[in-house]
């Protein structure tokens, strides 16, 4: 596989080889896009046919192509990172976010996890960027929001922790019902006939509240 990788980055300008501790990366992203697109189904047939007999995936992905024992993949890393966490804690809330089909094996992990659906307490939310087939079951359009969902989580979490004075509580008493932004966060105004907090809204935007 090295040597294959090797033969395609002295063919296309601007590729590169990573070395990870667990895989091989061959990455496009500073070439010109439609022939690196092209040289990587290239790449990726000719890896699967020459390693079909090998206990390793091959994965094309966000301007790369990987190749991973198939023992090892982000599923299995997040399963031993809550492992971990519960040792310690029950884990109340996980926020699992990717880009690319190598992001996959971590979304259906989270999805069929059975210890999630006997917390009646913890909030799980597997999230592609990008709207596309995936075992996850939220979506962001792009990067952009992505960094103001961290924000925004930053942010809460912030205001969750703080103390408040006097002026802070007035603050909030008098925006809150003006759906303005409070220290607590959000509120909305409702119309006749709605319920506090239903509204259409895009794929996890309602998380913060």
Not at 69 to 82: D, F, Q, R, S, Y
Not at 83 to 95: M, Q
Not at 115 to 126: H, K, L, T
Not at 186 to 199: L, Y
């Amino acid at each position: 596989a090295r040597k294959l990788l090797r033969m395609y980055t002295d063919r296309v300008h601007g590729t590169y080889i990573q070395e990870k501790a667990c895989s091989l990366v061959w990455h496009y992203a500073d070439c010109d896009q439609d022939w690196g697109a092209m040289q990587a189904r290239e790449l990726t047939d000719h890896l699967e046919d020459i390693l079909e007999s090998d206990e390793v995936d091959v994965i094309p992905g966000q301007c790369r192509v990987e190749v991973r024992p198939k023992t090892i993949n982000k599923g299995v890393a997040v399963e031993l990172l809550l492992r971990t966490i519960e040792k310690k804690k029950p884990v109340d809330f996980v926020l699992c976010v990717g880009d690319d089909r190598s992001d996959e094996d971590m979304f259906a992990l989270i999805r069929d996890r059975q210890r999630f659906s006997e917390q009646g307490n913890c909030a799980v939310y597997a999230c592609t960027v990008g709207l596309r087939p995936s075992h996850a079951g939220y979506y962001l359009s792009e990067m952009a929001e992505l960094r103001q969902l961290l924000k925004a989580l930053q942010d809460k979490s912030i205001s969750a922790n703080r103390s408040y004075s006097t002026t802070d509580l007035t603050l909030l008493d008098s925006r809150s019902a003006g759906g303005s932004q409070g220290p607590l966060g959000r509120r909305r105004p409702t119309t006749p006939g709605q319920k506090p907090g239903s509204t259409n809204r895009r794929p996890l935007e309602g998380l913060i509240e």
